[in-house]
């Protein structure tokens, strides 16, 4: 068994063999089958979570729903004082979650850090935003009158988390939802339920010193047919859904039928066009970086690289280069690049890539396969591989949550990388390498990358809490985190005063009686 320190970090984090998997802050039950989660580092069983029932469910949403009352009329800064405290058990409990993180979902112990840091950032952030909540005001037509706008909650808020950021993401709404006056029920993906059971654990602790009912953080686990609780669910407002597009669509549709509110964070083909103006040393980290961390299963990794023909054998023969240094194996060793993926439905996955794209007119250029032996026990560790391809095949139009990196060729004006950048269903994260400030401003022009996230001289992977992080077309067009992302948490409110004798209608609208 890895032993890299993984018992005390789960000890630390109250993790048992059997956990309930529904959880209203400090009252846990469930009553529903048993998820068992195997490490896709070694195979080992890590434990296990019981799923939630329709009448856990309700147990919860009755408790969330009683917790909101409380909750929305405590002042914002008041609750940002409640997240500023989960911050601080976040700072505490850094390396045991950073350590289960990497554990349960097989990044690097160094990315699963980064995960808990994102955390504690979202935090900082909501802190201080929880005194700007700002509204505007604005000057009415009406002689005596007063216009202005506020921020209220909007409720019970659903959280659907994919399992690659198992935290991260789950902080990034709760702690601006919180903050915004909403309580939150979170389901975590069914392939990473220890990292909710651990999280949960950690706000209950915060919840119960500051004498808060149940209800404000809750839990639920289970597979789709629980996140469809909530998605059918009138008494929560707004969805928050991160993982694949074909998830986004459906979890759209069945919203969209009852008019509630979805923040979609889907699928992405992200994309790092190389000028000849590049400095290819800084284009070969990033490039790479993006390609391989964990283990290609990032929203934001880099899946091409598309290079002007006048550089492209010498980009392509140093990151050919740098691929021949990648060190797969344990993600817990600190010596290793690169880790497992989550599970062998992901192994068969990147199988089926690296089949379809020579099928469809490829050349792989760096081989890939499954490595066995010592170390590679769970099945799940692969060699990252490189194919040169075209824009249009298949599979390059298709998002493989694997490390698969396509080469793709331009020639001519920076124009045409764009198109070829474009030329995608998604629409999330995109990055040119060039010292040339024409080019730089053109991509990032009107005309220029249709991402939510358009990056100059780093790549596509890993984005600051500080900025809005989502993307466009099948990306789902949420946005969440940082800038003025709040404001999907709350209701607008607009309102008139008439601080007068008169009733003067807009418009100069006359009405005698
Ligand atoms: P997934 O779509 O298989 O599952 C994500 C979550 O949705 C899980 O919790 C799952 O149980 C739930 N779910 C699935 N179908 C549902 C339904 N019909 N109703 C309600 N809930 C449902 O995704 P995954 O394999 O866990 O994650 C990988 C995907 O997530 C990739 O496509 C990746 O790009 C994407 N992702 C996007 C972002 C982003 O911010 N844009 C971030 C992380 C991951």
New binding site residues.
């Given amino acids: 068994a890895t032993d890299f320190g993984i018992d005390e970090a789960l000890k630390q984090l109250g993790i048992k063999d059997i956990n309930d998997g529904t959880s209203t802050g400090n009252q846990w039950f469930s009553n529903g089958d048993t998820i068992e989660s195997h490490s896709p580092v070694d195979g080992q069983l890590i434990g296990k979570v019981t799923t939630t029932t329709r009448a856990d469910y309700d147990k919860v949403m009755e408790a969330a729903t009683t917790a909101f009352k409380t909750w929305r009329i405590k002042p914002a800064p008041l609750r940002g004082e409640v997240v500023r405290q989960f911050g601080q058990k976040l700072r505490e409990l850094k390396e045991p979650l950073g350590k289960l993180v990497s554990y349960e979902m097989g990044k690097s112990y160094q990315e699963g850090l980064g995960e808990v840091q994102e955390m504690i950032d979202i935090c900082d952030f909501a802190v201080g935003l929880s005194r700007q909540l700002h509204g505007l005001t604005m000057h009415s037509e009406r002689p005596g009158h007063r216009m202005y706008e506020q921020y209220h909650p909007l409720g019970v808020v659903g959280i659907?988390?994919?399992?690659?950021?198992p935290v991260a993401?789950w902080a990034w709404n709760t702690a601006l939802a919180w903050i915004c006056g909403d309580v939150c029920v979170w389901?975590?993906?069914?392939?990473t339920p220890l990292c909710g059971v651990a999280c949960q654990n950690i706000i209950a602790a915060v919840l119960k010193e500051n004498e808060l009912p149940e209800g404000i953080s809750c839990l639920i686990n289970g597979?789709?047919k629980v996140?469809?609780f909530?998605?059918t669910d009138t008494r929560i407002p707004l969805v928050s859904?991160?993982?694949?597009?074909?998830?986004g669509k459906?979890?759209s549709r069945?919203v969209g039928e009852r008019l509630g509110k979805s923040l979609l964070?889907?699928?992405?083909n992200n994309a790092i066009i190389v000028t000849p103006d590049a400095d290819i040393k800084m284009t070969v980290i990033g490039g790479v970086f993006g390609a391989v961390g964990t283990c290609g299963q990032?929203?934001t990794s880099t899946r091409r690289i598309i290079i002007h023909e006048s550089i492209y054998d010498k980009v392509k023969d140093a990151i050919v280069a740098a691929y021949g240094q990648l060190r797969i194996g344990n993600p817990l060793d600190e010596n290793n690049h690169v880790g497992p993926l989550i599970d062998t439905d992901a192994v068969a996955n990147y199988n089926n890539a690296l089949a379809q794209v020579v099928a469809q007119g490829g050349k792989i250029i760096v081989e890939g396969g499954v490595l066995s032996g010592e170390g590679y026990e769970s099945g799940c560790y692969v060699k990252p591989a490189i194919a040169e391809a075209d824009n249009s095949f298949p599979i390059v139009q298709h998002?493989t949550?694997a490390p698969v990196l396509y080469l793709l060729k331009y020639s001519g004006d920076v124009e045409n990388a764009i198109d070829v950048q474009n030329g995608v269903a998604q629409g999330?994260s995109s990055a040119i390498m060039t010292n040339n400030l024409r080019e730089a401003e053109r991509f990032l022009s009107v005309a220029g990358s249709d991402c939510g996230i358009a990056n100059v001289n780093i790549g596509t992977s890993g984005a600051e809490i500080g900025g809005a992080?989502?993307?466009e077309k099948d990306?789902?067009g949420g946005r969440?985190s940082g800038s003025d992302a709040w404001k999907v948490y709350m209701r607008r409110q607009t309102n008139t005063i008439n601080y007068t004798t008169e009733l003067p209608l807009a418009q100069g609208i006359k009405f005698d009686l």
């Fill in positions: 659907i988390s994919a399992f690659n950021f993401v389901k975590p993906s069914e392939k597979d789709y996140g469809e909530m998605t859904a991160t993982g694949s597009t074909r998830m459906i979890v069945t964070e889907l699928g992405g990032r929203c998002e949550f999330l992080f989502g993307g990306t789902g969440e």
